[in-house]
């Protein structure tokens, strides 16, 4: 006979019940309490898994005003230049309708001015309404009186369209370019089973409200959409998309939704054992040990999935500027963008290269701020750009006509801008600038900062942009930078940026160069995005 076993030989009968009932309340108390505690874990997880693919959802639809407002951008650009902008309007937004698998259903032009509204022309689909008065004159007029993309939503009968507005000034008066999106008239879309969001119920509603008038699509059985429901918002050109989503089933997966009753009846289990067996009771800590080992794990699972959001910020960012570099007879071109490290938001830095005729234009600019109505003001000015490249408008001129599409007090953004026309035959080339820092001029292993008239940054107010011509010989070469490439807490601009002069005596290769410089001034901490374009000319 074991000690053990006298022992509960000897121990007295009262004893040993108050001593079981003891063991099975503190027992059940504490398998309650992890069953709820473990229940209530996997809610919170569930719930911020859902509302992290609402944001997902959210932001792979923040790109599509981008693509609207560069579809509707070109076309109204062009019309504008135009002798006959109905027609120019006409060809240039004929690859963006649905008879050419583009987005639109039907697109126009309207001139807007004080007293009425004419419709210049139309391409595809009828309008569902009269362009010219009621409700869709009000949206024509509030579109021309907006430098951004303006959405509305309509219906009549079974006909259900997304419309959209962007203005541009002409000399004819106010252009507004408009475009319309069909929708099913019963909201319903497919996700296709291949898809990850095809395991969650989507609802989008066009403005802040979930009302049943609003809903846009849904691939829900019904709706209001039920369970773990998550909302999430986006900008929608002048409106905002509202999101509703809830999985379908588990997203965390069965095991974690079983865990909890797992635990509870474990504990019951051990309850009993704990009654028979005192010593079983270190079975618990086993139990704790890994309960906690699984909140580990879903906090590094969120981690991860934080910077998967990141890195789409960033695909966004990069997809804004060119991919590659143009070829240019007599020319050369390097390249960089570095993103900030602050938060997950898209930034307004950008660069690119335009050729045109014997030479090129180029331009570098930072928008204030960040997020995407930073990215929509950044693609809308540097599409600009291009469109008035393209037309032989010089440097100054195009940043006149910038600076007459922005406003900081409708949009809260403003831009410093650099531009440039370089022409390698001739050897000259011609600057503008906007407020922005001076460009460095290298040639002969001497670099200094090139002393350009400075305008003020677009979007501060309407104002014509001096031009200042120099001559760029063979093997000389121009840097054009934003502001994160120099600017640093506690440091005087006009110091950083003669200290990036004492850096550019030597730039040849351009890659080369470049890559000294990012390494060298980028470095720590660097919460500003950077983008530095360099232009080399060949011998």
Known sequence: MTVVDTVERNARPTTSRWFVLGVVVIG????????????????????????????????????????????????????????????????EIDSSLTANKGPFTGAGLALVTSSRVT??????????????TGSAATFLRKAAHSPLLIS????????????????EPSRYGTLVAYASEALPSNGRFTVPRSNPESAFNLAIYYGNSTAPSKLLLTNAPSTPIMGTVSVAHVPFGSSTLTIVSAPRTTIAGTFAENIPWAILGAGLLLTILFAILVDRLRRREVVATRYASTVADYAGSLEGLYREQ???????????????????????FAARYAPGEEGIEVGGDWYDVIPIGNGVIVSVGDVSGRGLPAASMMAALRFAIRAHATYGLSPGEILTSLAGRADYSIDGHFATVVCANIDPLAGVAVVASAGHLPPIFIDGGHARALRVANGVPIGVGPVDYREEKFNFPPDAALLLYTDGLVERRGVVLDDSVNALVTLCNEVKPLDAFLDRLMSTLIVGDQRDDTAV???GRTA
């Open 119 to 132: 419709n210049l022309v139309h391409v595809g689909a009828r309008p569902i309404v009269n362009l010219t």
């Open 28 to 91: 059940l108390a504490v398998t309650g309490g992890l069953t709820y505690a473990s229940r209530t874990n996997y809610l919170h997880q569930e719930s911020r898994l859902t509302a992290l693919q609402s944001t997902l959802v959210a932001n792979a639809l923040s790109s599509a005003p981008l693509d609207i407002e560069r579809r509707l951008g070109a076309a109204v650009a062009a019309a504008s230049q135009s002798s006959n902008p109905g027609v120019t309007y006409a060809h």
């Open 152 to 167: 509305g939503f309509g219906s009549v009968g079974p006909a259900r369209r997304l419309t959209f507005g962007l203005s």
């Open 533 to 535: 374009l360099a232009i």
């Open 310 to 332: 990141r890195n789409i910020a960033q695909t966004l960012q990069h997809a804004l500027v060119p991919p590659t570099m143009p070829k240019v007879a007599g020319l050369e």
